[in-house]
T-cell receptor, first 113, second 111 residues
Framework: NAGVTQTPKFRILKIGQSMTLQCAQD?????MYWYRQDPGMGLKLIYY???????DKGEVPNGYNVSRSTTEYFPLRLELAAPSQTSVYFC????????????FGPGTRLTVL | LAKTTQPISMDSYEGQEVNITCSHN???????ITWYQQFPSQGPRFIIQ???TKVTNEVASLFIPADRKSSTLSLPRVSLSDTAVYYC????????????FGTGTSLTVIP
């Protein structure tokens, strides 16, 4: 199993541009998450999904959108990028509601200039 | 959403046992306590999880007192490779779709 994979690894955006961060997992996990981590800080939850077709907001959803059409993929969309969105973005998956263990991807480092 | 409080940083010499305490005063009945480890430029990695008393695996031990308002992660005989940030999370296994990571504890192991 590849686990949780994320692309791209690095990206530089100009203010106002848009992009999609890709996340895929091959473990057939129902739950998936998107976090952001600013330098020296902990992770903050952006959006999460409990299954295909179901998504919900986390702690810091403004400026982002998600979709979950299949179990495997959970892309994060940034519209109108702003410097405040410069961060490292982590995608994670979890088997189900009865298991707290999350498996994280390697992260995407995004810089908005 | 139960939040947690941890020391910001700790130093330890190689070979010593390290204990990191996490405070979670508002823990709910259905909440489990989970610890993650994060190395620079990597995603967090699961270490250990528990509900009450003591849990031990090949990497660490987790001690949870009867009132469950705190927990202690114990790392036996740390090495330089244990230098990382350690996060304590509290989550409801039934409805806990959100997890609060906090700022974590930065552990530095000194030779």
């Amino acid at each position: 199993n590849a686990g949780v994979t994320q692309t791209p690894k690095f990206r530089i955006l100009k203010i106002g541009q848009s992009m999609t961060l890709q996340c895929a997992q091959d473990m057939n996990h129902n739950y998936m998450y998107w976090y952001r981590q600013d330098p020296g800080m902990g992770l903050k939850l952006i959006y999460y999904s409990v299954g295909a077709g179901i998504t919900d907001k986390g702690e810091v959803p403004n400026g982002y959108n998600v979709s979950r059409s299949t179990t495997e993929y959970f892309p994060l969309r940034l519209e109108l990028a702003a410097p405040s969105q410069t961060s490292v973005y982590f995608c994670a998956s979890r088997i189900d509601r009865f298991t707290d263990t999350q498996y994280f991807g390697p992260g995407t480092r995004l810089t908005v200039l | 959403l139960a939040k947690t409080t941890q020391p910001i940083s700790m130093d330890s010499y190689e070979g010593q046992e390290v204990n990191i305490t996490c405070s979670h005063n508002n823990i709910a009945t259905n909440d489990y306590i989970t610890w993650y480890q994060q190395f620079p430029s990597q995603g967090p990695r699961f270490i250990i999880q528990g509900y009450k008393t003591k849990v031990t695996n090949e990497v660490a031990s987790l001690f949870i007192p009867a009132d469950r308002k705190s927990s202690t992660l114990s790392l036996p005989r740390v090495s330089l490779s244990d230098t990382a940030v350690y996060y304590c999370l509290v989550g409801d296994v039934n409805t806990g779709n959100q997890f609060y990571f906090g700022t974590g504890t930065s552990l530095t192991v000194i030779p």
